[in-house]
């Protein structure tokens, strides 16, 4: 019955207005995938958004993994390094990629055999779920476009993850960020069918503690999306960058010294990342700097790391170069994806811990209080196309 009444009631749904509320013609949420017309986005740059979300939340995957692991922290990350503090030039990238292939094939790794670097399905999914809140985004702009891009990503990001019942910050299971489009169907809870009583409460979840932060770096994925003018080609260029930044990170994990016995730990602590330091802060004086100078300089320069051997202090300044190298090249510093620098900055951001913050349960609690309410104003805005 209620299907059959549902059908007539959307069948009937016009556009008109009156005083004191809102009236949009209701849309076929299930079927809609392009995006308003003020943005056109091709399936392949669509997918090709997704793919780069993925693995850059694979590479900064990565990075947390290996300071968590040995214990290191890294003052900089390549979400840091802009085109604004470090302006490079494509012949730069060019020797940089040299540098890094070349590191990459003869450094001395305990990581002997380091397959292509792929994302995992919990990396996929976490870039699937942002993907759908952004195109469920764009579907509510379509009905009314005074509300804000990237603000709404957000929204639709806590509607459809966050705001239920079941939620995958508990258990970490993954079908729950991939199950948007249920959560967008009748036999869900019309999760993209928000009202302005959604709206506010989102806005009250988003106060608490860390979460306002993490949840920015979702929307200004959206608004990156929303302005995107270039092709799937130049989103090709910066997934194979971070590719290649994220094996330079496994390879240097793994990093063994010829001559001197030493623990990971001790070793980036106290040298490696130290040694990077200086090499970006030589570059943002001097960008034109290329990596192999600097290493020829370093190399020649029989004040540091005098305690090492050749071979040790060799592998040393390489590996520190290279960390550098990856970073550039993977982040939005790379002048060969500057048309996805924004795009860039968010998707790096979005660590382990970053989607930690997305959840808070005490604010949980207070978001699920009330849900019936605001659960009602959806159904009545879904088949009246009213909102109140």
Request: proline letters at 2%; a negative charge; aromatic letters at 12%.
């Amino acid at each position: 019955m209620f299907k059959k009444v549902l059908s007539l009631c959307l069948s009937l749904t016009m556009i008109f207005s009156i005083t004191g509320t809102t009236v949009l013609a209701a849309a076929d949420s299930a079927n809609y995938v392009a995006v308003t017309d003020n943005l056109s986005v091709s399936d392949d740059v669509y997918s090709s958004i997704r793919d780069y979300i993925s693995n850059a939340i694979m590479l900064s995957d990565t990075i947390t993994e290996f300071e968590n692991e040995y214990e290191v922290s890294f003052d900089f990350k390549p979400q840091d390094i802009t085109s604004d503090i470090i302006n490079v030039s494509s012949e730069w990238l060019s020797d940089a990629n040299s540098f890094l292939d070349s590191y990459n094939s003869t450094a001395v790794s305990r990581n002997a055999k380091i397959a292509s670097s792929q994302p995992d399905s919990g990396q996929s999914a976490k870039a699937d779920a942002i993907m759908y809140s952004v195109d469920r985004a764009a579907f509510s702009i379509l009905r009314n476009p005074t509300l804000d891009f990237g603000k709404e990503t957000q929204y639709m990001f806590i509607s459809h993850y966050i705001d239920r019942n079941d939620y995958y910050w508990s258990t970490e299971d993954e079908r729950l960020l991939l199950d948007g489009p249920s959560m967008s169907g009748e036999n869900g809870f019309l999760a993209d069918w928000i009202t302005p009583s959604d709206r506010q409460t989102y806005e009250l979840y988003m106060a608490y503690s860390n979460i306002n932060t993490a949840l920015q770096h979702v929307g200004n994925i959206g608004i990156s999306i929303y302005s995107y003018g270039g092709t799937g080609d130049d989103i090709s260029i910066g997934i194979e960058a971070i590719k290649k930044a994220d094996r330079t990170m496994t390879v240097a994990s793994g990093l063994v010294l010829q001559d001197t016995v030493i623990s990971v730990t001790e070793l980036f602590n106290n040298d490696i990342i130290p040694l990077a330091g200086q090499v970006k802060d030589i570059l943002i004086q001097d960008s034109a700097l290329k990596l192999s100078e600097i290493y020829d300089d370093f190399m020649e320069d029989e004040g540091l790391l005098s305690l090492y051997s050749g071979p040790d202090k060799a592998a040393i300044v390489s590996t520190s170069l290279a960390i550098v190298g990856a970073f550039i090249l993977g982040g939005p510093a790379n002048a060969a994806i500057a048309t996805i620098k924004t795009l860039a900055i968010g998707s790096l951001s979005l660590t382990h811990n970053t989607y930690s913050n997305f959840f808070n349960y005490a604010a949980w609690v207070t978001l699920r209080y009330g849900f019936s309410g605001r659960y009602a104003g959806r159904v009545w805005y879904y088949l009246t196309g009213v909102v109140y």
